[in-house]
């Protein structure tokens, strides 16, 4: 499921961005000079200022130095741009310059964001805000595929921080039902990190992603991931039931995650030897997304098993 982290993050940061102030003053360090440009609305503002050495071998210190005097003085004056600053500098140095050493800065925005002056549950706003950040950093941390990593920067953090239902001690904390689900991809990771662990884990991840598909919020994806278990499980009738109980919210469901419902059906009927349900089902999967090579190279495999050269060379245009 490679495409979720990235349109997750996208969607996410975007939502982010709308929430934030934009006339902020800026100063001499290269961080300060992105971060002004960036905040008076340039969104190449990163790529353009920050250079990639800043992410690799001595670069990283100036980097590092350079984040912490911003933070200094912006804990003084916060603004949401600054969170959403650090987390689009993140993903530059993650995904653009390809440099796991990036997660630091993420780290470091992590802080900042949690160390804001109202306690959850005083300002629903700014709660909201936190949420919709810690979303992002989850997506953009499961891109990495490195669950221990997810686990010391993004879901660790949160265990006292985050609950899915309002604590009965009327603790501060932030609610959202969506915690459950980013532990239970985590547990989904580890089995695809190691596949050995797929065997003796995966049923542990199915049972998280069971409970996370207990609040409406999470249904959609935690069932569209489970049936993805149970496919490597060999499990393919289960993943199939799996789908259909997912179908019944399926228009509740962002774009991404109908599009791995179809794409992980055409896989188990087509391990199950139904072959015409399936390519229905990667036919419906490239009418969501025209471009994804997936389901093209599945229903031109397809169609080479039932010897339909015909149709081979139509799939391959």
């Given at each position: 499921m490679?495409?979720?982290?990235?349109?997750?993050?996208?969607?996410?940061?975007?939502?982010?961005?709308?929430?934030?102030?934009?006339?902020?003053?800026?100063?001499?360090?290269?961080?300060?000079?992105?971060?002004?440009?960036?905040?008076?609305?340039?969104?190449?503002?990163?790529?353009?200022?920050?250079?990639?050495?800043?992410?690799?071998?001595?670069?990283?210190?100036?980097?590092?130095?350079?984040?912490?005097?911003?933070?200094?003085?912006?804990?003084?004056?916060?603004?949401?741009?600054?969170?959403?600053?650090?987390?689009?500098?993140?993903?530059?140095?993650?995904?653009?310059?390809?440099?796991?050493?990036?997660?630091?800065?993420?780290?470091?925005?992590?802080?900042?964001?949690?160390?804001?002056?109202?306690p959850p549950g005083r300002n629903p706003q700014e709660d909201a805000f936190e949420i919709e950040w810690h979303k992002a950093a989850i997506a953009l941390l499961g891109g990495l595929r490195r669950p221990d990593v997810l686990e010391k920067v993004g879901r660790g953090p949160l265990r006292r921080r985050m609950t899915a239902k309002p604590p009965a001690g009327g603790d501060a904390s932030l609610v959202d039902p969506w915690i459950e689900l980013a532990g239970a991809i985590l547990q989904e990771q580890r089995t695809i990190l190691d596949p050995r662990t797929l065997a003796s884990d995966g049923p542990a991840a199915i049972r998280r992603f069971d409970e996370a598909a207990r609040y409406d919020e999470n249904r959609s994806e935690a069932l569209v991931r489970k049936s993805w278990l149970l496919i490597r499980l060999g499990r393919h009738t289960e993943a199939l039931v799996a789908l259909d109980a997912q179908s019944g919210s399926s228009d509740r469901a962002d774009a991404t995650v109908r599009y791995w419902s179809r794409l992980f059906r055409g896989r188990a009927l087509a391990s199950l030897a139904r072959d015409d349900e399936a390519a229905r089902a990667y036919e419906q999967a490239l009418a969501l997304d025209p471009g994804a090579q997936a389901p093209l190279a599945a229903l031109t495999a397809l169609e080479g098993r039932r010897g339909r050269r015909g149709l081979i060379r139509a799939c391959a245009r």
């Open positions: 490679t495409r979720g982290p990235a349109f997750a993050f996208a969607l996410t940061v975007t939502l982010i961005a709308n929430m934030t102030a934009t006339s902020l003053r800026g100063s001499e360090s290269l961080i300060e000079r992105a971060f002004a440009d960036y905040a008076a609305g340039d969104p190449r503002a990163i790529s353009r200022i920050v250079p990639p050495r800043y992410f690799v071998g001595a670069g990283r210190r100036t980097m590092r130095n350079e984040i912490d005097a911003a933070l200094s003085r912006w804990a003084r004056e916060r603004h949401p741009v600054q969170a959403v600053f650090l987390l689009e500098l993140a993903r530059f140095g993650l995904v653009d310059v390809r440099e796991t050493d990036a997660v630091d800065v993420l780290d470091r925005a992590r802080v900042f964001v949690t160390r804001r002056p109202d």
